[in-house]
């Protein structure tokens, strides 16, 4: 019997952290998907978490704690697919490491991800936009860092953990623009520049900004730098300004993720390239950035008048004499 302690501790820190570099958020959301399978786990045999053998995490098992997220925890098939990613994932490190359970690892491997709905990615209409940017007053301190963080969002189609991490030394302003570098998912790289608007954004804030001893860009009322739940608060607050000039924005959620997907329809629009929205993003894969197809009605509009429907040939439904004598009222009978 293998313990898995060792297992999903050097999984969790060394293939996720080290080799893979991926994101403190990854991690996170990893580190909980098993904390939700280990702890169900424990129910299930009747064993601390700690005392689980790798032996024991079977297919039977791995399927009812699928069920148990639906069934108990009512998580929505998405939800679902991203614990069984997780799963996935730890089964193809142990596959290398642990030749003896090279069954078990396949049989875990094949349970399917559920099919999910595709819906249409959440986005901003220009409208919305121009209220939202307008919302943050600009002559305070902090509406004057929430106008440049929104606005940089919008622009430059920045994760919240990218807008957030950026960095005093990621910035140079060139002339009337800025250019800034940002580091993505798995470190990924990009550089963009970005327009005068937002340059001067940027300049009003470092202009207020003062003196910090951390890096980042954006610091939050205490001097402290921003963080993911401290922007999403700043969204809500703005968004809920901007309602009252945009009624559109009403029930609408806006999640610092919508600007992202906001920027990406904008892009698309503008240069009808699909691949240049995908670097703009850094996506990995050029498939990501395809879900954006289906939001923009240009795409449809084109294909509309690219094709001609087939012709029809013209007539008119002239119904047979008995069916119009049925239809006509019956006549009244006269008495003699």
Known sequence: MTPIAPLITAFLQKRLGVEL????HTCDAY???FQLLFEFASRKLGVPPSELHLEQLDVPLVLEFLDHLQTE???????RNARLAAIHSFMRFVEHRMPSALDQVRRVRSIPMQKT??????HLTPDELRALIDAPDPTTRLGTRDRAMMHLALTGGLRV???VGLRMDQLQFN???VDVRVYGKGRRERALTLWKSVADALRAWLAVRGDASCPEIFLNAWGKPMTRSGFESVLDKHVA??????????GKSVSPHVLRHTCALNTLRATRDLRKVSLWLGHASIQTTEVYLQADPTEKLEALAAGTPAALRPGKFRPPDRLIAALHPPKIMQSP
């Open 31 to 33: 580190a909980y998907s």
């Open 175 to 177: 002339g009337r623009y």
């Open 161 to 163: 953990s990218e807008l």
């Open 117 to 122: 709905d595709t819906r249409i990615v959440a």
């Open 241 to 250: 300004v901007a309602t009252a000039h945009c009624p559109s924005l009403a």
């Open 73 to 79: 925890r009512r998580n929505a098939p998405r939800s």
């Open 21 to 24: 570099r991926a994101s403190r």
